[in-house]
């Protein structure tokens, strides 16, 4: 299994520019999130899947767009970049309600200039 | 409003010590809570947990602590490794709500 993976690993926008995260796992999760994680801030929530089709609002969705064709993959999509939105964005996926063990990607690390 | 608090931004102790990182929650639905740890260039990895209906959870040299009636925990690692150098986050749910809120990190380091 590769668990969690996020592409690209780095990756600098210039305002106003649009790009998409890419998410996959292969575990058979269906639950998924999209976290950003800024200095001093701790980990917060920005949109979050329960299983194909169905996604909802974290605690700072304002700028990010979501979509959840299949179980494995959960892109998060920048449609105007702001300078707001550079920050650590980790992907995660958990097996089910009950199982609050997430797996986490390795992180994408986004400059908006 | 901060729900999950580590008050504590780093805490520095010696190999072979007892390194103890503390918690506090203000939301009493939470009834789940978990520690991760993240080293840096990397995701957080899960570590230990524990339920509302337990007071203690140890998993080998990790050990966490529940006290309810003061919305605190505390995760417990005898003896500190130089390995156990990395940012450890507090997480908390409630009910069946799914999402999990993390505090803001503690910073530990041990030092040989």
């Known amino acids: 299994n590769a668990g969690v993976t996020q592409t690209p690993k780095f990756q600098v926008l210039k305002t106003g520019q649009s790009m998409t995260l890419q998410c996959a796992q292969d575990?058979?999760?269906?639950?998924m999130s999209w976290y950003r994680q800024d200095p001093g801030m701790g980990l917060r929530l920005i949109h979050y899947?329960?299983?194909?089709?169905?996604?909802d609002q974290g605690e700072v969705p304002n700028g990010y767009n979501v979509s959840r064709s299949t179980t494995e993959d959960f892109p998060l999509r920048l449609l105007s970049a702001a300078p707001s939105q550079t920050s650590v964005y980790f992907c995660?996926?958990?097996?089910?309600?009950?199982?609050?063990?997430?797996?986490f990607g390795p992180g994408t690390r986004l400059t908006v200039l | 409003d901060q729900q999950v608090k580590q008050n504590s931004p780093s805490l520095s102790v010696q190999e072979g010590r007892i390194s103890i990182l503390n918690c506090d929650y203000t939301?009493?639905?939470?009834?789940?809570f978990l520690w991760y740890k993240k080293y840096p260039a990397e995701g957080p990895t899960f570590l230990i947990s524990?339920?509302?209906?337990?007071d203690k959870n140890e998993d080998g040299r990790f050990t966490v602590f529940l006290n309810k009636s003061a919305k605190h925990l505390s995760l417990h690692i005898v003896p500190s490794q130089p390995g156990d150098s990395a940012v450890y986050f507090c997480?908390?749910?409630?009910?069946?709500?799914?999402?999990?809120?993390f505090g803001k990190g503690t910073l530990l380091t041990v030092n040989p």
């Open positions: 939301n009493s639905m939470f009834d789940y």
């Open positions: 524990i339920s509302s209906i337990k």
């Open positions: 995660a996926s958990r097996e089910g309600q009950g199982r609050d063990e997430q797996f």
């Open positions: 899947s329960v299983g194909a089709g169905i996604t």
């Open positions: 575990m058979n999760h269906e639950y």
């Open positions: 997480a908390a749910r409630g009910g069946s709500n799914y999402k999990l809120t």
